[in-house]
């Protein structure tokens, strides 16, 4: 079997088997698979249990039988062993894993991918956990039983909107000393592996053509001791199952009902399906006995549907709580009467579809020898020399990061398998945002998130790469975590909240006021930067004293909100009119400076009662608004001091007599502002002509020396205004 693989090459395969070993020897030619000899021992001791080996060196002594008595029928040495590993010593993990994006997205192919290598790990994570020994274990494959969009189960998630995707995943591994024990006992008949593949995998080279299986099937091996389940969907093994009740469970009836030993009941057994109608033995006595096939039928039918019954069970779990559309069944223990029938009811399936593969699916296997075993027994040890030519299914080695690594190879390996092998955190393949800030607004949640940061840095044979790129024995891996991205930060300046102003009717003038955020009671400048957890308020009023201190002006008496009487500490809110007297600057005390004015609402005084009364009246009075606003215009053409009631309206500047001038030009026209310490300029809007309530739902424009101005901002000789509505 050495050197390069050629037509005509001999392959040696061998099926180890809880039972016995079978041997098949055999070369590929353009006409198919020739079998030249066939061997089969079984074992002398109970050397393994459940497909696992117990006693190497018993195993070691049978596998050497095998291979002296395939030499001599052959006539030449044998040195290199094809082998696969039982199906049943598979262990499997099932989970369910989700993600959740930060608003609806359309799910693509690799959002799925994420998700399942997420599930992977969890299950890795999981099994690891039980596992008490040193012992590795690779993963050998994994299929989505169900998928989950927003919590509810769907077929398949791409193309869908989403803001939760989750699926339940099955996992499958295969623990290191079944693999070792296997070559430690091939190694003791003095062979070397040449090709490793598992037993569901070989089975399938010979029971389903390639041609079938993109189907969604299903492959039961009724061995003796276990029935091993593969299924089948998109070309591939996706679920691997056993259960502990196959072909032995039927001969102990048998032992049972018939007195006789063992090896008697399994002549029985088989005798079964030769049609005859009636069966001789002996029994333990040494005494002749005669049963009717009937019989044994009738005492093995409630343990033949128990055997259907789990194994269907089985079937649906591992194919997402579904039927598959058909099985195909091989090994000893399936050829027994009714037991196809069974398991096609069991899972609600034509009973045609449910079929024993045996010497009809060997169309390609040319038998050299005349008494050649031709039923399906040998199909898996068929199916391990096909595999050898397949070269897709072994253990290969690569370097992840510097370790050396050995992964079983399913035809697609990528580097996320081997960083699942080696524990690779599945945060750091993946882009990691900066940690997210919440706080309140108003009482309402809101988050920000952090920026997303790198992802992971890949090179194959220092090509780079990424998480779908295959790799293959002898590869060089190394994978640079990825990087986190920056925490979120956010400012009070970046706040909708705060981008309107309060609009405020003062004395006849509509002056716009900035919103005050209050954080934790108290007030902030809009370059505050928000912390976590902080809780936020939007003023939407200010105080009759905080507008004089905002314009600069002494509040002297007369105070009239919506012209109701009010105090100092009388709240006014949007779209409110206020009126006062201007204090007479030579005996009012001083308005108060800025670290004076109230900075929280915890320290704001309690108004007389009034600010929700005004509230209540300037809802009952809107009804009026167009009369008062025509009777207003017509009372400001008239005189421009009188205010809507007719008394004369507060000159803003009498009675600051003249301190000080200043003299800009505004609109093109020269004007001189005189009586204050210093102006700003909303002052303005005390000469200018302007009509403030005429903005028909347009935003003013406000430029000193041609660029944008501040309300408050000050104003000098020579200074250049502009004020006027923004063209729709």
């Not at 459940?50 to 190497?56: S, V, Y």
């Not at 290598?117 to 040193?134: C, K, R, V, W």
């Not at 919506?562 to 201007?582: C, Q």
Request: hydrophobic residues 40%.
């Amino acid at each position: 079997m050495g050197g390069v693989k050629s037509q005509g090459q001999l392959v040696f395969g061998l099926d180890i088997g809880t039972r016995s070993i079978v041997g098949t020897v055999g070369y590929k030619a353009d006409d198919g698979f020739h079998v030249l000899a066939q061997e089969i021992r079984e074992h002398g001791s109970r050397a393994m249990l459940d497909g696992q080996i117990h006693d190497i060196a018993s195993v070691g002594q049978t596998i050497l039988q095998v291979k002296k008595g395939l030499e001599e029928k052959l006539g030449r040495k044998l040195s290199e062993v094809c082998i696969a590993a039982a199906g049943r010593v598979l262990r499997t993990v099932t989970v369910t894993v989700s993600e959740e994006f930060e608003s609806d997205k359309e799910v693509t192919g690799e959002d799925i991918y994420n998700l399942s290598m997420s599930g992977i790990e969890l299950a890795y994570n999981e099994f690891q956990s039980g596992n008490d020994t040193d012992m590795k274990f690779y993963c050998v494959g994994y299929t989505p039983m169900r998928y989950y969009l927003n919590g509810y189960q769907i077929g398949n998630l791409e193309g869908h909107k989403a803001r939760k995707i989750g699926a339940d995943i099955i996992a499958t591994f295969l623990p290191d000393d079944v693999v070792d024990g296997l070559y430690k006992a091939v190694e003791a008949a003095d062979l070397h592996v040449a090709n490793l593949t598992l037993e569901p995998i070989a089975a399938i080279q010979v029971a389903i053509p390639e041609k079938f299986r993109l189907l969604n099937l299903a492959l039961v091996d009724v061995g003796a001791g276990t029935s091993d389940i593969s299924i089948t969907r998109d070309g591939s093994i996706v679920a691997y199952g056993m259960i502990p009740v196959a072909g032995d469970s039927l001969t102990d009836v048998i032992v049972q009902k018939c007195l006789v030993e063992f090896d008697m009941a399994e002549h029985i057994k088989r005798s079964l399906t030769e049609g005859g109608s009636e069966i001789e033995f002996t029994d333990i006595m040494g005494l002749p006995q005669k049963i009717s096939a009937s019989e044994i039928e009738e005492a093995l039918a409630p343990y033949i549907d128990d055997m259907t019954s789990k194994v269907a069970d089985e079937i649906k779990r591992l194919n997402g709580d579904k039927p598959v559309s058909a099985v195909f069944v091989v090994g000893g223990g399936g050829i027994v009467p009714g037991y196809t029938q069974k398991l096609s009811e069991k899972l609600g399936i034509l009973k045609e579809r449910v079929a024993i593969r045996g010497e009809e699916v060997m169309k390609d296997i040319i038998f050299e020898a005349e008494d050649a075993h031709k039923d399906s027994l040998m199909v898996t040890p068929i199916g391990i020399c096909l595999s050898f030519y397949a070269q897709s299914n072994n253990f290969i080695f690569v370097s992840f990061n510097g370790e050396r690594l050995k992964l079983y190879d399913n035809g697609h390996l990528t580097v996320s398998d081997a960083a699942i092998q080696v524990a690779f955190p599945n945060e750091d393949l993946f882009p990691k945002r900066g940690k997210a800030l919440t706080f309140t607004i108003d009482g309402k949640a809101r988050i920000v998130r952090g920026t997303e940061g790198e992802s992971s840095q890949i090179l194959i044979n220092k090509e780079p790469g990424d998480l779908y790129s295959q790799i293959r024995n002898g590869d060089i891996v190394e994978v640079k975590p990825s990087t986190p991205g920056s925490d979120a930060a956010f400012t009070l300046g970046e706040l909708s909240e705060l981008k309107n102003p309060i609009r405020i009717n003062v004395n006849s003038k509509i002056i716009e006021f900035p919103r005050k955020a209050v954080v934790n009671g108290k007030v902030r400048d809009t370059f505050y930067q928000v912390a976590e957890g902080d809780d936020i308020k939007v003023s939407n009023f200010y105080t009759v004293e905080q507008i004089g201190e905002f314009l600069d002006i002494p509040i002297g008496e007369n105070i009239r909100i919506n012209s109701t009487p009010a105090v100092l500490s009388t709240k006014v809110y949007e779209d409110f009119n206020l009126e006062f007297d201007i204090a007479d600057l030579k005996n009012a005390a001083p308005v108060k400076s800025s670290s004076q004015v109230y900075d929280s609402y915890e320290s704001l005084p309690d108004d007389d009662g009034t600010a929700d009364e005004m509230k209540k009246k300037q809802s009952a009075e809107s009804a009026q608004s167009s009369e008062l606003s025509n009777e207003g215009d017509e009372a400001a053409s008239n005189d421009s001091s009188a205010d809507a009631s007719g008394k004369a309206a507060p000159d803003l500047d009498s009675a600051k007599g003249s301190l000080m001038s200043v003299t800009v030009t505004a609109n093109g026209k020269p004007f001189t502002l005189t009586g204050k310490d210093e102006y700003v300029f909303v002052d303005i809007f005390d000469r200018l002509d302007f009509d403030l309530k005429a903005s028909n739902g347009r935003k003013i424009i406000t430029l000193l020396n041609g660029r944008a101005a501040q309300y408050l901002e000050p104003l000098k000789d020579g200074d250049v205004i502009e004020v006027r509505w923004e063209e729709k």
